[in-house]
């Protein structure tokens, strides 16, 4: 039998994959960036637009591999 991930997810949170990601928006000031590992990348480019959207910053976001990982990587900018 399967377990289910029964996590509760809060407003900000990503989960492009189906796997929860938590960032410490708080933390991200301007110049910032951070990096979601994903295979889905439109889900967690639609994701991230939504949260800065609700904070109301602005920012560039790039589709790539690091280190050998596919993501997003997004910059807060002015």
Same mark, same amino acid.
């Given at each position: !039998?399967?377990?289910?991930? /029964?996590?509760?997810?809060?407003?900000?949170? /990503?989960?492009?994959?189906?796997?929860?990601?938590?960032?410490?928006?708080?933390? !991200?000031?301007?110049?910032?960036? +951070? *990096?979601?590992?994903?295979?889905?990348?439109?889900?967690?480019?639609?994701?991230?637009?939504?949260? *800065?959207? #609700?904070?109301?910053?602005?920012? +560039? !976001?790039?589709?790539?591999?690091?280190? #050998?990982? /596919?993501?997003?990587?997004?910059?807060?900018? /002015?």
């Amino acid at each position: !039998m399967m377990k289910k991930n /029964l996590e509760i997810l809060r407003t900000d949170d /990503l989960y492009p994959d189906g796997v929860k990601i938590t960032v410490d928006w708080a933390d !991200m000031i301007v110049g910032s960036s +951070i *990096f979601i590992p994903c295979v889905d990348t439109t889900t967690a480019k639609n994701q991230v637009k939504a949260v *800065f959207k #609700g904070k109301k910053w602005d920012y +560039i !976001m790039d589709i790539r591999a690091e280190s #050998g990982i /596919l993501g997003v990587r997004v910059w807060r900018t /002015l």
